[in-house]
């Protein structure tokens, strides 16, 4: 496993995938450092019709006015979105499926709207050929092609099916295929030690399976940002989370000025090296310079994936949700009462924003870190009668997946860390038992670390697996 890795061995590592690394300032792909992440922009998806409009009231057949009310959709969810752009086109034949995949550019993954019996089956054959990820959405009575997608998904190709009279089917399918462009022009920063699963601490299989950079950043480079601090930011920040705090406990307001200093240097590291998530595996070695978490907070609360303990299977599911969600997640230790039938999940950092960037902020009091007995961390009072997702990508190839309610949140932790959620589930013991879905296996943190999401999110992940390969399996 990788959890002793050092940045030698994490850049000797990278430089055999040939990814980017640096021990200094860093400009990828062309772009001057400071012009932001590379996830800016549109992701272009091949929105194909496939067969024949019919005569409206007969046949197996979607007719013209129905196919323009989709199209209408189609440009909803364009505008809702904000980072998709669809290519729409009406195939009949392989060679006008082919035209539009050409327009679309060889990135685009595509969504397929069949319209009639065999529409799909005549029209695809260019989609399977060319191994592009494929979201076919098929309404009731459009024809029986809705019995190959899962069988094409069975002989290896990356195929998914959306058969529902409810077209909001179509976000959530766009939402899904934009997923596998925005993974390939994620660029994430490591400060090792990684640790976790071997291939997630693995660059060069990071960027097969995934197509992410992984971007060793030395500790050097954030200590020269945190030097150089406007004091004007640090005033404000920190008068910031002392004015919104539900209560302060133990921490001073040097504590929090500290902390804030740590948050304003990895704000700007993200931002002028263009990154889209970070794992710092150097986290409690920093505690002199100020307690991170902090800082962690607002990045994922910006929806920039942070992850803390250099957690890297934790980091690449935060990275696929803010992908295919936009919501930021709270990684965190689980612990079981099966008295209650209860999992408790515990961490002293989590985001405020769990709805994502335009949602509410939860409450939250200023803490000590809980383990250490001093500094300052967030204790925030999540949802009480939410419904939650807890999930890890271990691996790279397989994601552990539960859900649950929670049922309780402390007003004020006495043991453990500080950010708490009780969550009920179906069967806690049943749960205990089957802890990593007998796949899992690593040190205690590797074992420990779930990150957990506000709604169900199962029946979409299983989708993305069929998209990018991956399989889905539940814990309880």
Same mark, same amino acid.
Not at 111 to 130: D, F, M, Q
Not at 319 to 337: R, S
Not at 365 to 389: A, D, F, M
Not at 426 to 441: I, Q
């Given at each position: 496993?990788?959890?002793?890795?050092?940045?030698? &061995?994490?850049?000797?590592?990278? *430089? +055999?995938?040939?990814?980017?690394?640096?021990?200094?300032? $860093?400009?990828?792909?062309?772009?001057?450092?400071?012009?932001?992440?590379?996830?800016?922009?549109?992701?272009?998806?091949?929105?194909?019709?496939?067969?024949?409009?019919?005569?409206?009231?007969?046949?197996?057949?979607?007719?013209?006015?129905?196919?323009?009310?989709?199209?209408?959709?189609?440009?909803?969810?364009?505008?809702?979105?904000?980072?998709?752009?669809?290519?729409?086109?009406?195939?009949?034949?392989?060679?006008?499926?082919?035209? =539009? =995949?050409?327009?679309?550019?060889? &990135?685009?993954?595509?969504?397929?709207?069949?319209?009639?019996?065999?529409?799909? =089956?005549?029209?695809?054959?260019?989609?399977?050929?060319?191994?592009?990820?494929?979201?076919?959405?098929?309404?009731?009575?459009?024809?029986?092609?809705?019995?190959?997608?899962?069988?094409?998904?069975?002989?290896?190709?990356?195929?998914?099916?959306?058969?529902?009279?409810?077209?909001?089917?179509?976000?959530?399918?766009?939402?899904?295929?934009?997923?596998?462009?925005?993974?390939?022009?994620?660029?994430?920063?490591?400060?090792?030690? +990684?640790?976790?699963?071997?291939?997630?601490?693995?660059?060069?299989?990071?960027?097969?399976?995934?197509?992410?950079?992984?971007?060793?950043?030395?500790?050097?480079?954030?200590?020269? $940002?945190? &030097?150089?601090? &406007?004091?004007?930011?640090?005033? *404000?920040?920190?008068?910031?989370?002392?004015?919104?705090?539900?209560?302060?406990?133990?921490?001073?307001?040097?504590?929090?000025?500290?902390?804030?200093?740590?948050?304003?240097?990895?704000?700007?590291?993200?931002?002028?090296?263009?990154?889209?998530?970070?794992?710092?595996?150097?986290?409690?070695?920093?505690?002199?310079?100020?307690?991170?978490?902090?800082?962690?907070?607002?990045?994922?609360?910006?929806?920039?994936?942070?992850?803390?303990?250099?957690?890297?299977?934790?980091?690449?599911?935060?990275?696929?949700?803010?992908?295919?969600?936009?919501?930021?997640?709270?990684?965190?230790?689980?612990?079981?009462?099966?008295?209650?039938?209860?999992?408790?999940?515990?961490?002293?950092?989590?985001?405020?924003? +769990?709805?994502?960037?335009?949602?509410?902020? *939860?409450?939250?009091?200023?803490?000590?870190?809980?383990?250490?007995?001093?500094?300052?961390?967030?204790?925030?009072?999540?949802?009480?009668?939410?419904?939650?997702?807890?999930?890890? $990508?271990?691996?790279?190839?397989?994601?552990?997946?539960?859900?649950?309610?929670?049922?309780?949140?402390?007003?004020?932790?006495?043991?453990?860390?500080?950010?708490?959620?009780?969550?009920?589930?179906?069967?806690?013991?049943?749960?205990?038992?089957?802890?990593?879905?007998?796949?899992?296996?690593?040190?205690?943190?590797?074992?420990?670390?779930?990150?957990?999401?506000?709604?169900?999110?199962?029946?979409?992940?299983?989708?993305?697996?069929? =998209? +990018?390969?991956?399989?889905?399996?539940?814990?309880?």
């Amino acid at each position: 496993m990788c959890q002793n890795c050092t940045r030698r &061995d994490f850049l000797g590592s990278a *430089a +055999m995938g040939g990814l980017l690394l640096a021990t200094g300032r $860093l400009a990828a792909g062309g772009q001057a450092a400071g012009s932001g992440a590379r996830t800016a922009g549109k992701v272009k998806i091949c929105a194909v019709f496939t067969g024949q409009p019919g005569v409206p009231g007969r046949g197996w057949t979607l007719n013209a006015p129905e196919i323009e009310a989709l199209k209408n959709r189609l440009a909803d969810i364009e505008k809702k979105l904000g980072n998709v752009e669809f290519v729409v086109g009406q195939a009949a034949t392989p060679e006008q499926t082919a035209a =539009l =995949l050409a327009q679309a550019g060889e &990135d685009a993954p595509v969504l397929a709207i069949n319209l009639s019996i065999t529409g799909l =089956l005549k029209a695809i054959p260019p989609v399977l050929e060319s191994g592009r990820p494929l979201a076919v959405y098929s309404e009731p009575a459009t024809g029986h092609d809705w019995m190959y997608p899962y069988r094409w998904q069975r002989e290896g190709k990356p195929v998914t099916l959306m058969v529902s009279s409810d077209n909001r089917e179509l976000e959530r399918a766009a939402s899904l295929l934009r997923v596998i462009p925005l993974m390939r022009r994620s660029r994430v920063l490591i400060m090792p030690p +990684m640790r976790g699963t071997e291939p997630s601490c693995t660059p060069k299989q990071v960027k097969q399976r995934l197509g992410t950079d992984a971007v060793a950043i030395d500790e050097a480079r954030f200590d020269e $940002l945190l &030097d150089s601090a &406007d004091a004007a930011q640090v005033e *404000a920040e920190t008068s910031k989370w002392l004015d919104e705090a539900t209560r302060i406990i133990e921490p001073s307001r040097e504590d929090v000025v500290k902390a804030v200093r740590v948050s304003l240097a990895l704000n700007r590291l993200v931002d002028e090296e263009q990154a889209d998530a970070v794992a710092i595996g150097t986290c409690m070695r920093w505690l002199p310079k100020g307690f991170p978490c902090l800082g962690f907070t607002r990045l994922r609360d910006r929806g920039i994936p942070a992850s803390c303990e250099g957690d890297m299977d934790s980091l690449w599911t935060m990275l696929l949700f803010q992908h295919a969600i936009g919501q930021p997640g709270f990684q965190g230790n689980a612990t079981f009462d099966t008295s209650r039938n209860a999992l408790w999940t515990a961490h002293c950092v989590g985001p405020l924003k +769990m709805d994502g960037p335009d949602g509410l902020a *939860a409450p939250y009091l200023l803490r000590s870190h809980s383990e250490i007995g001093h500094g300052v961390v967030p204790e925030i009072q999540y949802r009480v009668g939410q419904k939650i997702t807890r999930t890890k $990508l271990i691996n790279l190839d397989t994601l552990l997946i539960s859900t649950g309610t929670i049922v309780e949140v402390p007003e004020l932790s006495v043991r453990a860390c500080r950010t708490q959620i009780v969550t009920e589930i179906d069967d806690a013991a049943a749960m205990a038992r089957n802890w990593g879905g007998g796949v899992l296996e690593g040190d205690m943190m590797t074992l420990l670390h779930r990150v957990v999401y506000y709604g169900d999110h199962v029946q979409s992940m299983r989708h993305l697996g069929d =998209l +990018m390969g991956f399989r889905v399996l539940k814990e309880a």
